[in-house]
């Protein structure tokens, strides 16, 4: 795709990382390459800066740290001896998927071999009576739900982002379907994974798929969550469930957050099988407004998705209606047919770029923690009013359901001050979010810049624990170095 | 408790275990024994042969291993000392819940100092806002739900026996409401477990709760179904449900089996939300109909579960009733108040008993195998055929809702023969069961008898990860040996 020219390749890097590269125990030569070409084929190795580039970044405030060589393996074959050849050479291995990451968990912080895996994009194995799917890394979220359109199922996990689906299986992705769903941890059945060494460990056996089992560790879930870190995904096997027979949404606003958040602690109490319940604050709602032309009142407000039979909705409806009425909540916005739907839930999932649009030029950053659900409206008060005292832009959305909430910090990258102010902002939150008991990170991963808080949230022991793990699976350090752990 | 007799403790081991006793690297002294004793108080240990022997064997056909000695610790930190004691000095460590488990989990296969973890019994934090609690390791199943009777909340795995939940933890329980509330694997929240060497984990982080987290490596789902070989587990948080507003149960008659299980996968199929759904077939019918003094017809039968509102339990057995119609099932058995609905599930639950009063004076061992569920047909079918060619007994009974079923083997264990049959037609099963891309195990464990099977069910790759994550938890190998790994 691209010549390689290896001064070209170590000057843009130097210009990247100076500091890093100093420490690195590794060579790409020109032999190395044309190795990695042989391997994949021509058409499928890029050492271009601006392919480099585009492989250094994901969607977060994190800088761009690109590898030094892109390749799009096309099947685990490729991937096996290339990963294999990495760890003769003690190089890193960076595994990429659409990029959608929001934890900088892409950026490769010490060079190395980025694996595109886009053109991995095969569904393998749809099985309709044991709700089944295997699908390639390359598979995206939209294309599978296309791909299953006529068969009465979909994977419902859905972080808004069209992120491939291994992609959510490493950073053990949700969003919102996931207080009825659950998230990428309740729905992965077996992963087939390539060990930084290029042997193929099938985490749950080769092609089994069952709906339980108690059959030693279960290494399944200690690849999701786990960032690139330990190995490369290179096919997931994914619970399916029946499109449900009636959908309904509907918008609500309440005149206090703790309005909203108390209805929705209710809802849950009382059992309604909601299938999405997401809060926005004002200022998201403003900004929802304004960028999808829309016309919801400026208030805390909550979009919501019943999803049952005919009857089931309608009773599901009439109760969380009583509810968010007991709280002073308005008369539901319906939403009932796929275009009105379409229309409510484009809004929220545009939540981010409605943010950015709110300063034009800057940059986003999504903090993302998650707390038990009754100490929500404690720590989405208390966050609002440090965004007011920090003079900082940072609208609120979250899958209050799972008691997990972002703040969309929205900062010019130039001004040292506020990137110093936003970076104690997050640290704050995720502090407060600690102290109630919760975690640093509901579903965006741990990356480059939370590992500190990642040990303040597990403990001595558990991070010890951790690091002994990743020594197994990845003894050189080579896989995604410098996250995590 | 009782006097501490060295040459006894000995004599009675050499009996149960020659060959094992051979290859240890410890000894129990008296001032061992005396060091014990200090850390748990006089009340808390015994080296009696009848305590020994009780601890020595569950309810499996397994041979009773006894330990070396029986402690009682009363809170985490005993059971940190008198772990990193034996660690120390190289003794085997196992703990013991209830000793209801079906595979040999609690044999102390190399002697050692059993962990009798039933007086660690205090419920600690039940927290009803947000749908959780957490126990120590001494309460069980029905203890849990009877203190939750008053709050609207329970606790819904029951894998019949009213095993500690804790126990249920290091099995990975399931059992009859699997198939809508999930595993022990699925409602987990976090876990204290004190290491081999005496250190405490928490596998989330001291204290926390919450529903959903990214942050690093999920080592309470590593813990979940570890069998206590990594270390024991001393508190676990568990996640909590709205007790339902309505339940019916129900029974319903097949002509077949492959009608009965085609039912199963329709209404699973069709989404219809069923709490349980189990499979009894005709022998086990006709053996619960005289144990428990009942007339259902000798076919193979549907005991069925619904939970939800007064009309979405209509509307769910109106939908389950089409079904089972369509399959020639007959009409349904109705069983609306508690008092006929716990009849109905003790005559399930007694299931084992019913089994064994088959054959007086015989044991029973349960296999234990889950696949996919269109598979269950084929190979209930393939079972029972395999039943009366091999001149066995084994009622059959499932959780046919996760494709989760078990033969109920009664046996003679003084008839090496039928021992010798019946350890070959269950290891046939297991085999079957793979063949079908399912599991050995879908809720009972490995223990002692399914390592073998453990090692083709997932690959040498995954084998070799397995052993070096025992190696890290538990480097000298003391955590109940010669269990899972």
Same mark, same amino acid.
């Given at each position: 795709?691209?010549?390689?020219?290896?001064?070209?390749?170590?000057?843009?890097?130097?210009?990247?990382?100076?500091?890093? %590269?100093?420490?690195?125990?590794?060579?790409?030569?020109?032999?190395?390459?044309?190795?990695?070409?042989?391997?994949? /084929?021509?058409?499928?190795?890029?050492?271009?800066?601006?392919?480099?580039?585009?492989?250094?970044?994901?969607?977060?405030?994190?800088?761009? &740290?690109?590898?030094?060589?892109?390749?799009?393996? *096309?099947?685990?074959? *490729?991937?096996?001896?290339?990963?294999?050849?990495?760890?003769?050479?003690?190089?890193?291995?960076?595994?990429?998927?659409?990029?959608?990451?929001?934890?900088?968990?892409?950026?490769?912080?010490? /060079?190395?071999?980025?694996?595109?895996?886009?053109?991995?994009?095969?569904?393998?194995?749809?099985?309709?009576?044991?709700? !089944?799917?295997?699908?390639?890394?390359?598979?995206?979220? #939209?294309?599978?739900?296309? !791909?299953? =359109?006529?068969?009465?199922?979909?994977?419902?996990?859905?972080?808004?982002?069209?992120?491939? +689906?291994?992609?959510?299986?490493?950073?053990?992705?949700?969003?919102?379907?996931?207080?009825?769903?659950?998230?990428?941890?309740?729905?992965?059945? $077996?992963?087939?994974?390539?060990?930084?060494?290029?042997?193929?460990?099938?985490?749950? /056996?080769?092609?089994?798929?069952?709906?339980?089992?108690?059959?030693? !560790?279960? +290494?399944?879930?200690?690849?999701?969550?786990?960032?690139?870190?330990?190995?490369?995904?290179?096919?997931?096997? +994914?619970?399916?469930?029946?499109?449900?027979?009636?959908?309904?949404? @509907?918008?609500?606003?309440?005149?206090?957050?703790?309005?909203?958040?108390?209805?929705?602690?209710?809802?849950?109490?009382?059992?309604?099988?909601?299938? %999405?319940?997401?809060?926005?604050?004002?200022?998201?709602?403003?900004?929802? $407004?304004?960028? $999808?032309?829309?016309?919801?009142?400026?208030?805390?407000?909550?979009?919501?998705?019943?999803?049952?039979?005919?009857?089931?909705?309608?009773? *599901?409806?009439?109760?969380? @209606?009583?509810?968010?009425?007991? $709280?002073?909540?308005?008369?539901?916005?319906?939403?009932?047919?796929?275009? &009105?739907?379409?229309?409510?839930?484009?809004?929220?999932?545009? @939540?981010?770029?409605?943010?950015?649009?709110?300063?034009?030029?800057? =940059?986003? !950053?999504?903090?993302?923690?998650?707390?038990?659900?009754?100490?929500?409206?404690?720590?989405?008060?208390?966050?609002?009013?440090?965004?007011?005292?920090?003079?900082?832009?940072?609208?609120?959305?979250?899958?209050?359901?799972?008691?997990?909430?972002?703040?969309?910090?929205?900062?010019?990258?130039?001004?040292?001050?506020?990137? %110093?102010?936003? #970076?104690?902002?997050?640290?704050?939150?995720? %502090?407060?979010? +600690? @102290?109630?008991?919760?975690?640093?990170?509901?579903?965006?991963?741990?990356?480059?810049?939370? =590992?500190?808080?990642?040990?303040?949230?597990?403990?001595?022991?558990?991070?010890?624990?951790?690091?002994?793990?990743?020594?197994?699976?990845?003894?050189?350090?080579?896989?995604?170095?410098?996250?995590?752990?």
């Amino acid at each position: 795709m691209a010549l390689f020219m290896l001064g070209k390749v170590q000057r843009a890097a130097s210009l990247c990382r100076p500091h890093i %590269r100093s420490c690195r125990a590794y060579r790409i030569t020109p032999q190395l390459v044309d190795d990695l070409r042989t391997l994949v /084929g021509d058409c499928n190795i890029s050492t271009a800066n601006a392919v480099r580039e585009q492989h250094g970044r994901d969607e977060s405030m994190h800088s761009c &740290q690109p590898p030094d060589v892109v390749i799009w393996p *096309q099947n685990v074959e *490729q991937v096996s001896k290339v990963a294999s050849l990495c760890y003769t050479h003690n190089i890193p291995i960076i595994p990429f998927g659409t990029g959608t990451g929001l934890e900088g968990g892409v950026s490769a912080l010490k /060079g190395g071999v980025c694996f595109d895996l886009t053109r991995m994009d095969k569904i393998l194995n749809l099985n309709t009576d044991d709700f !089944y799917v295997t699908v390639e890394p390359g598979v995206t979220r #939209k294309t599978l739900n296309a !791909y299953l =359109r006529d068969s009465g199922l979909w994977f419902p996990v859905d972080p808004g982002a069209d992120a491939s +689906l291994c992609g959510m299986v490493a950073t053990s992705a949700s969003g919102t379907n996931a207080v009825r769903y659950g998230t990428m941890r309740d729905n992965v059945i $077996n992963l087939e994974v390539v060990l930084p060494d290029g042997r193929v460990l099938c985490t749950a /056996g080769k092609d089994r798929s069952f709906r339980k089992t108690s059959a030693g !560790y279960n +290494l399944t879930s200690l690849f999701v969550g786990s960032e690139g870190t330990l190995g490369i995904i290179t096919k997931a096997t +994914l619970r399916l469930y029946g499109v449900p027979e009636a959908t309904v949404a @509907a918008v609500c606003a309440f005149p206090s957050v703790q309005a909203a958040v108390d209805s929705t602690v209710q809802i849950l109490q009382c059992g309604i099988p909601i299938a %999405r319940i997401e809060f926005l604050d004002d200022v998201m709602i403003n900004a929802c $407004n304004k960028y $999808n032309d829309l016309g919801y009142p400026v208030l805390p407000t909550l979009f919501l998705e019943f999803h049952g039979s005919e009857n089931g909705v309608n009773e *599901q409806v009439q109760q969380a @209606a009583e509810i968010t009425q007991l $709280n002073g909540g308005s008369d539901f916005t319906w939403a009932t047919d796929q275009e &009105q739907r379409n229309k409510l839930w484009t809004a929220r999932h545009n @939540a981010w770029y409605a943010a950015l649009a709110l300063r034009p030029g800057c =940059r986003g !950053y999504s903090t993302d923690v998650c707390v038990p659900i009754s100490k929500l409206p404690q720590i989405i008060v208390e966050t609002k009013e440090d965004l007011i005292t920090s003079r900082l832009t940072g609208p609120i959305a979250g899958h209050v359901g799972d008691g997990n909430f972002h703040c969309i910090m929205v900062l010019d990258l130039n001004d040292k001050e506020e990137v %110093r102010k936003v #970076k104690e902002f997050t640290d704050r939150l995720a %502090r407060r979010a +600690l @102290a109630m008991n919760g975690t640093c990170t509901g579903e965006h991963g741990i990356g480059i810049g939370k =590992r500190k808080l990642l040990q303040e949230e597990i403990g001595e022991v558990g991070i010890e624990a951790m690091k002994q793990i990743k020594t197994i699976f990845d003894p050189k350090n080579i896989m995604n170095p410098g996250k995590v752990v």
